[in-house]
């Protein structure tokens, strides 16, 4: 499930129209979401306010399997309607696997230069008195920069501050990135081909980075294949990238079986070494009929009872197996007016093979 601030983050990108899906380094979102997914470890307890539209607090409170927390704080110039923990749209909070188009964009872009939105974001975590931040800012429609840092007072070392400037017209969309701690600068591209009234797109985009201080590069390119929401076809995606100097190829598809269950394969090899690791999971969501029953009462008194059974999703059940990380577990969900997150990992090839197991509850009013 996504942390309270990450769906501030998701909120505040929607409500300014940014695609985040139009990006290199989400060109393999949908199997990430399916394979990729953190259990919680140990007894977690998230709670967040919201006093006014702009301003929200966050507290997360960890029990298990040591004592630590977090205080943070979200500032952004555009009101997000966040909702309740118990009202909020239960398909936004988690990480789960979804298609995503352009969002509707609410004012022009030429206001952009006059009044332009930005969020900014600190967090402590405490014992250590860690501290990270963010600032992410619209420049006009298509031009958007964000900057990250992370401070550790104990560790002694300078702050590491992270810079990205991603320029997104829709067709192409282009990021440049800079990272303090090792020098690496980076240059990210995505290209889509195909028209948006055929069936199906294809995108391709490269990444190329470069380490300063080490004095050495690389790169990386990559290719997708999705069925568009205009078609009729039911969605599927293929990815395959490849990392000619590491060696590394990975290829991904996933298929919508049905309305609740999503099914995904992903293969990943080493050229040089000849290790390989083979991983298949999947999602299904739970649904809950909520009937709504309406009485009429026509000209011969005679009563009429009409029932509207609307479906909304209440939860999402997700399992991974592979070789490499073995089999996890979880289960999220809403319990009246909190959101919940049960999982486990475990290795089947082991003695004891339970590794973790972890429950999380969000509430947030």
């Not at 560790?155 to 991603?166: D, T």
Request: hydrophobic letters at 35%.
């Amino acid at each position: 499930m996504n942390d309270f601030m990450e769906y501030c983050l998701k909120r505040f990108y929607r409500s300014s129209g940014w695609n985040e899906e139009n990006q290199y380094s989400n060109l393999c979102s949908w199997s990430r979401a399916i394979l990729d997914f953190h259990t919680p470890k140990g007894l977690s307890l998230v709670i967040s306010k919201l006093p006014t539209p702009q301003f929200k607090p966050s507290y997360t409170l960890n029990a298990l399997p040591t004592l630590n927390g977090s205080l943070g704080y979200l500032y952004t110039s555009r009101a997000l309607d966040i909702g309740t923990s118990a009202t909020v749209d239960f398909q936004d909070m988690i990480d789960r696997f979804r298609i995503v188009t352009k969002p509707t964009f609410n004012s022009k872009g030429d206001d952009y230069k006059a009044d332009p939105d930005y969020l900014l974001y600190g967090r402590m975590f405490f014992p250590g008195a860690r501290l990270e931040a963010m600032y992410v800012r619209r420049i006009s429609e298509h031009v958007q920069y964000s900057v990250t840092a992370v401070n550790n007072a104990r560790a002694y070392v300078s702050p590491q501050v992270a810079m990205q400037l991603q320029y997104d017209v829709g067709k192409w969309c282009s990021e440049c990135s800079y990272t303090s701690d090792d020098g690496l600068l980076g240059l990210r591209a995505l290209y889509n081909f195909g028209q948006p009234v055929s069936s199906g797109q294809w995108s391709a985009g490269t990444e190329l980075y470069y380490g300063v201080l080490d004095k050495s590069g690389g790169l990386s390119t990559g290719i997708r294949y999705r069925t568009l929401p205009s078609s009729n076809a039911p969605p599927i995606s293929f990815t395959y990238t490849l990392n000619p100097i590491v060696g590394h190829m990975s290829t991904s598809y996933v298929a919508k079986v049905s309305d609740q269950l999503v099914m995904c394969s992903r293969f990943d090899f080493s050229i040089y070494s000849y290790e390989s690791d083979l991983a298949l999971g999947f999602e299904y969501r739970t649904k809950n009929k909520k009937p709504t029953i309406e009485t009429q009462i026509d000209q011969g008194g005679v009563v009429t009872l009409t029932a509207d059974r609307t479906e909304t999703l209440e939860g999402l059940i997700k399992a991974r197996w592979g070789f490499a990380k073995g089999l996890a577990l979880m289960w999220e969900g809403r319990f009246k007016n909190t959101l919940f997150s049960l999982g486990l990992t475990a290795d089947l090839k082991s003695t004891s093979p339970i590794r973790t197991i972890g429950l999380e509850v969000q509430y947030f009013s």
